[in-house]
């Protein structure tokens, strides 16, 4: 019975892929279930996307250079249709406001990471209203209160799907 301390060349370069490229993966993933078709009359299902894209820049701050968000907020743009540049501001200038906040703050706990992706939420939403009523909508922003508060409640979700995915990205 032979033991192996190595591994192929081919198991280290899956492995390596696993590693780099399962964040972007998962938070693509998220962003095309943009594409299926709900009807809705108002705005109840939150981005998904950006959950994602929140829940692993909470998560796994380490893994993040600041010009990432540029890229998926761009795919985000594109598949659901926002204005060039909406998603791509906004994920941008948050991913650089949790940075600021872990550059402040000596810890975090699951109560804190909690709180500030309801912020988080808040000013992506915020910033999407107001870019479209700057793009001539006629919302009310009162519209959006109930996919505020779907997407606050279903963060814990997503930090589970990106824990569970993380767990397997760095398995050996």
């Known amino acids: 019975m032979s033991t192996r301390i190595a591994s192929s060349e081919a198991e280290v370069a899956v492995r390596d892929l696993r590693r780099r490229f399962t964040p972007m993966a998962s938070i693509l993933a998220a962003t095309l279930l943009a594409l299926l078709p709900v009807v809705a009359a108002t ?24 010009w990432m968000p540029l890229g998926l907020g761009l795919a985000s743009d594109l598949i659901a249709g926002h204005p060039i540049g909406q998603a791509m501001l906004l994920w941008t200038m948050i991913g650089l406001l949790a940075e600021l906040i872990d550059t402040r703050l000596g810890f975090r706990d699951y109560w804190m990471d909690w709180l500030i ?13 107001y870019i479209g009523l700057l793009m001539g909508s006629d919302v009310r922003f009162t519209i959006l209160i109930p996919q505020l508060v779907l997407a606050a409640l279903a ?18």
């Open 117 to 129: 992706a309801a912020g988080a939420i808040l000013l992506q939403s915020l910033g999407a209203w």
């Open 155 to 172: 963060y814990p979700l997503a930090t589970r799907i990106v824990l569970a995915l993380d767990r397997w990205r760095l398995a050996r």
């Open 43 to 66: 705005p109840l299902l939150p981005d998904f996307g950006f959950l994602i894209f929140l829940a692993w820049r909470l998560l796994r701050p380490e893994i993040w250079r600041p």
